[in-house]
């Protein structure tokens, strides 16, 4: 069973439009994030979420926004999407802090 | 802040050569060092971690990596390589104080060459 799922695997879409990536984990974990890897592979933090507790990256634009229903489950919403947007976003959870991250495969966007 | 120098984007190497990839941060407080591994097309996998204690630690697949604090490096080794090990590397770092908000070095990319 895959510990960390991506849907979907890949999203091509064109500008301006929303669009979501679902996350789910079945680990139990109590903390779950997105992380984007550009185009020279570059990973960057976009936000973490544990707990009810969300801590974003500042840099992270506000058209992209979390939304946690469960902890099982933390889906990124991104909204009037931009050609810069185009990247693989990953998910990921770990079960406290300082333990290692369980990753998904993630997803890849590409804006058109 | 934090950052992560990874020195080489790629290395070629050939099959049961050794290998080091290097791994340079900078932080103004005590860190955890990571390294990841990520195939084609899938996410990453955790290879190695320091968290405290012995400065050396090692993968179960040969893989070993080193903290040094006073040069704050932790390059990656391992004495022979395989077909299998060519993936992107990623070294990372999060501050003590805050959780597994990891900081990614920019990747180097392993090739092993049969």
């Known amino acids: 069973d895959t510990a960390v799922s991506q849907t979907p695997k890949y999203l091509v879409t064109q500008m301006g439009n929303d669009k979501s990536i679902k996350c789910e984990q079945n680990?139990?974990?109590?903390?779950m994030y997105w992380y984007k890897q550009d185009s020279k592979k570059f990973l960057k933090i976009m936000f973490s979420y544990n707990n009810k507790e969300l801590i974003i990256n500042e840099t992270v634009p506000n058209r992209f926004s979390p939304k946690s229903p469960d902890k099982a489950h933390l889906n990124l919403h991104i909204n009037s999407l931009e050609l810069g947007d185009s990247a693989v976003y990953f998910c990921?959870?770990?079960?406290?802090?300082?333990?290692?991250?369980?990753f998904g495969n993630g997803t890849r966007l590409t804006v058109t | 802040a934090q950052s992560v120098t990874q020195l080489d984007s790629q290395v070629p190497v050939f099959e049961e050569a050794p290998v080091e990839l290097r791994c340079n941060y900078s932080s103004s407080v005590s860190v955890y060092l990571f390294w990841y591994v990520q195939y084609p097309n899938q996410g990453l996998q955790l290879l190695l971690k320091?968290?405290?204690?012995?400065?050396l630690v090692k993968s179960i697949n040969g893989f070993e990596a080193e903290f040094n604090k006073s040069q704050t490096s932790f390059h990656l080794r391992k004495p022979s390589v395989h077909i299998s090990d060519t993936a992107e590397y990623f070294c990372a770092v999060s501050d003590k104080g805050a959780g597994n908000m990891l900081t990614f070095g920019g990747g180097t990319r392993l090739m092993v060459n049969p």
């Open positions: 680990l139990g974990h109590d903390t």
């Open positions: 990921a959870s770990s079960p406290s802090q300082n333990s290692p991250l369980h």
């Open positions: 320091y968290l405290s204690g012995s400065t």
